[in-house]
C-alpha cells in the first residue's frame, strides 16, 4: 500500500500537468505552441540543465559509467529498431526515429526528479544528453535522408550540458546572484514542458492505431529490456540504474511528429505511435517504477 501511494504520488503530477494541456485546448483556448516551446528548449531547460549539473555532488565516475551505459543502450536499441523496421517491412524514414527515442524531456527529466530528486534529475540529463547528440546527428537522418553533426553544437541545450559538465568536473560555481537568477529560469522549464505534453497530443491526428499499439508495446518492452540489461552490465547504482531504465523506456516523443511533418515522412502514423504510446506509458511508467523503487 505504501509502495502504491509513494508511485501515485510520484507519477501524478506529471500527469495531471499534462492533462491540464490537454484540457486547455480542448477547451478552445490559444497555446502558442511553437513560442512555449522554443522558449522551453532554448532558455529555460539550457537553465535548467546547466544549474543541476553545476550543484550535483555525484562521483564523476558514476557519471562516467552512466553515460557509457547510455551510449551502449542506444546503440542496442538502434540495431534492434533497424531490424525490427526491415522484417516487418515498415517505412524506415517513418518508424526508425520514433521507435528509437523517447520522451527524455517533456516525461523523463520530470519523472527522474519527482522519483529520486535532484541526483535524478542530474543523472537523467546524461541520458538525455546522450539522446540528444545520437537524435540530432543518426535520427535527423533516419527522418530527412541528411544530417549534420554540427548542428548539435548550435543547440542551446548541448551548450548547456557541456557547461554544466565543465563546471562540475572543475568545482566552479556561478556568483549567488546569477545561480538563483539562473535557478528560477530553469523551474519553469518543467511545467511548461509538461503542459506542453498535453496540449501537442490533444492536436495531433492519429492514424493506423491498431498498428500503433502493437508498436508502441513492442517500443516499450524492447527498450526496457535493453536498457536494464545495459544497466546490469555497467553496474550502475540502484539510483543511476532506474533513471536509465526509466529515461529509455519514455514513450515517443512529439518531436518525432514534428521531424516527420518537416521532411516529409508519413506524421500521421508517427502522431498515432506519440498518442498510443503516451497513453501506454500511464500505466506502464507507474508499474516500472514500481519495480524499480
Known sequence: MNLALTVLEIVSPVFLLAAIGFAWVRCGLEYRLQFVTQLAMTLSLP???FVSLME?????DALTALSLASAVAYGAVTAAVLLLVKSLRLDSRTFTSPLIFG???NLGLPLALFAFGNEGLSYAIIVFAVMLIWNFTFGIWTVAGRGSGMRILREPLFGGTVLGLLFMWQGWRTPEFLTNTLSLV????IPLMLITLGVAVARLRAGG???AALL?????????AIAWAAGRWFDLDPVAFAVLVLQIATPVAVT???????YGAKADDVAGLVVSSTLMSVAALPVLLAVLL
Open 47 to 49: 537553465c535548467l540543465i
Open 56 to 60: 550535483t555532488e555525484i562521483d564523476p
Open 103 to 105: 520522451n527524455t524531456g
Open 186 to 189: 530553469g523551474q519553469i522549464g
Open 209 to 211: 492505431m491498431l498498428r
Open 216 to 224: 508502441s508495446a513492442v517500443k516499450l518492452i524492447l527498450c526496457t
Open 256 to 262: 518525432s511528429y514534428m521531424l516527420a511533418e518537416k
